[in-house]
C-alpha cells in the first residue's frame, strides 16, 4: 500500500488529498472517496479508515474542502454545504480518470456534517455504486434545537440574523468558536469539546474557528430531503445511539421511514466521537468495509 499527497481542481480551486493504491494491482480497483465531517481535516483519524479500506483492495481518496486544512481558500474557515458537496463531486471526477480505478466502482464514504454530504450525493450522482453514511447530519436545524434548546436556538438566529446585516455593509465575516467551554460555539456539547482538543494534537491544520455565516447554512441544511431517491444505490446508515451531535432517532428516522433497499442500518452503542478513536471504531470500520466490499466488489460481476 502506498499513500501520496495530491491535489485535484475543484470549482478553479485546489482541494489537497490523500490517494491510497493497494499493492500489486494487476486491474483497475473500485474507489472510496472520503471526506471530513463539520470543521474537520483529513488528519484527524480518517487515516484509519483510509487504511484498512486500502488494505482491503480500494483506491482511497481522501480531501479536504476548500477553505480548510491544506486545501485553498478564498473564504477561511466557511462552511457551505452544497460547496462542500460540489468538492466531493469534482473528487469522484478526479479519482474516476485514474487508471488504477474502475469508474463503474465508485464508492462514498461520510461522517457526521459529511454523512449528511454522502446521503445527498448518492440520491442525485448515480456514478456512486455505494454508501455508507455514519452517525450522519439528517437535518441542521433539528439537531441544533436539541444541542442548544428552542430558546438559546431561537436567541442564536436572532444573532446570526444581526450579523447578516452586518455583513450586507461591511463585507467582512465574523467569527466563531467550534468548541469552547466559555463561550458560545458551533458545537456547544462537553464531549465535542474534549474530543475537538485531542484531534487537534494530530490535525495541526484544523482551526477552532468557522464563520457565522456557516451556522446559517447548518441550520437550513436537510440531506432527509434526498433520502428516499438514494435508491437503487446501496445505502448503509450508522448510528451511535449515545450520540449527543446527532441524533439517533433522526437517523433512524431517515432509515425507517424514507430509505428503500437495499439499505442497512447499523446501530452502535456510544457516543458521536466513538467512532473515530473509541471503543466503536472496530464496529463502524468493519461495517463500512463489509458493505463496501458487498456492493462495489460484487456490482462488475452483476
Not at 33 to 54: I, N, T
Not at 132 to 156: C, D, H, S, Y
Not at 170 to 179: A, I
Request: charged share 20%; net charge negative.
Amino acid at each position: 500500500m502506498k499513500r501520496e499527497s495530491v491535489t485535484f481542481n475543484s470549482e478553479g480551486k485546489f482541494c489537497a488529498a490523500w490517494l491510497y493504491v493497494p499493492d500489486n494491482l494487476n486491474q483497475p480497483a473500485p474507489a472510496i472517496v472520503m471526506a471530513h465531517g463539520f470543521s474537520l481535516v483529513k488528519e484527524a483519524y480518517l487515516d484509519r479508515y483510509a487504511d484498512m479500506f486500502c488494505k482491503n483492495g480500494f483506491v482511497v481518496l481522501v480531501f479536504d474542502y476548500r477553505n480548510f486544512g491544506e486545501s485553498e481558500s478564498d473564504k477561511p474557515q466557511h462552511l457551505e454545504p452544497y460547496e462542500q458537496i460540489k468538492d466531493y463531486r469534482n473528487a469522484i471526477t478526479w479519482v474516476s480518470a485514474l487508471p488504477e480505478v474502475n469508474a463503474e466502482q465508485i464508492g462514498i464514504w461520510g461522517t457526521s456534517y459529511s454523512g449528511g454530504h454522502v446521503l445527498h450525493i448518492a440520491a442525485v450522482d448515480k456514478r456512486v455504486k455505494a454508501v455508507v453514511a455514519q452517525v450522519p447530519t439528517i437535518n441542521g436545524r433539528k439537531g441544533a434545537a436539541r444541542k442548544m434548546g428552542t430558546e438559546q436556538l431561537a436567541n442564536f438566529v436572532h444573532q446570526l440574523e444581526s450579523y447578516r446585516a452586518s455583513r450586507y455593509f461591511t463585507g467582512e465575516q465574523q467569527m466563531m468558536p467550534v468548541v469552547s467551554l466559555d463561550e458560545p460555539s458551533a458545537q456547544p456539547h462537553p464531549d465535542a469539546f474534549e474530543w475537538f482538543m485531542r484531534a487537534s494534537k494530530i490535525a495541526p491544520n484544523w482551526k477552532n474557528e468557522i464563520t457565522f455565516e456557516s451556522m446559517e447554512h447548518y441550520l437550513e441544511y436537510n440531506p432527509a430531503s434526498f433520502v428516499e431517491f438514494i435508491s437503487p444505490t446501496p445505502l448503509l446508515m450508522i448510528a451511535a445511539m449515545e450520540d449527543g451531535i446527532t441524533p439517533p432517532d433522526l437517523i433512524i428516522e431517515a432509515y425507517e421511514d424514507w430509505a428503500n433497499e437495499p439499505k442497512k442500518l447499523l446501530q452502535l452503542p456510544g457516543g458521536h466521537f466513538d467512532v473515530y478513536d473509541g471503543f466503536t471504531f472496530d464496529q463502524a470500520s468493519e461495517g463500512a468495509l463489509q458493505w463496501f466490499l458487498q456492493h462495489l466488489v460484487v456490482h462488475i460481476a452483476k
